[in-house]
């Protein structure tokens, strides 16, 4: 079975930096690209980054291109999001979310391209 696990959020101050982890089991190759989005208070689920395992293209959402980088480690099968000069608005629940290629359409910033999803982990942003 797929799994993912998100970890590394937590409190932080505006401007300064989170990295959040999600460690990716139960695929058999380097076929699956990996997404990342958030979900605010009251808010619906968003896109906010995808990289695709095999060739490492990526995707970002406007608002956090040029803050956020999202990189893979395929030896450890984890996938990284590392967030710098976060903003209060950028407080949500962060979740990884996982989908074979073979069902990846590109829409990766639609939460039904995915197949598979982590539990979430929370990023709060002090002003």
């Known amino acids: 079975d797929v799994q993912l696990q998100a970890s590394g959020g937590g409190l932080v101050q505006a401007g300064g930096s989170l990295r959040l982890s999600c460690a990716v089991s139960?695929?058999?190759?380097?076929?699956?690209?990996v997404g990342w989005f958030r979900q605010a208070a009251g808010m619906g689920r968003e896109g906010v980054s995808c990289?695709?395992?095999?060739?490492?293209?990526?995707y970002y959402d406007d608002s956090v291109k040029g803050r956020f980088t999202i990189s893979s480690d395929n030896a450890k099968n984890t996938v990284y999001l590392q967030m710098n000069t976060l903003k209060p608005e950028d407080t949500a629940v962060y979740y990884c979310?996982?989908?074979?290629?073979?069902?990846?359409?590109?829409?990766?910033?639609?939460?039904?391209?995915?197949?598979?999803w982590g539990q979430g982990t929370l990023v709060t942003v002090s002003s």
């Open positions: 979310a996982a989908d074979p290629l073979n069902r990846f359409t590109g829409n990766w910033y639609l939460i039904y391209e995915y197949d598979y």
């Open positions: 990289i695709v395992i095999r060739d490492g293209t990526t």
């Open positions: 139960g695929f058999t190759s380097d076929d699956y690209a």
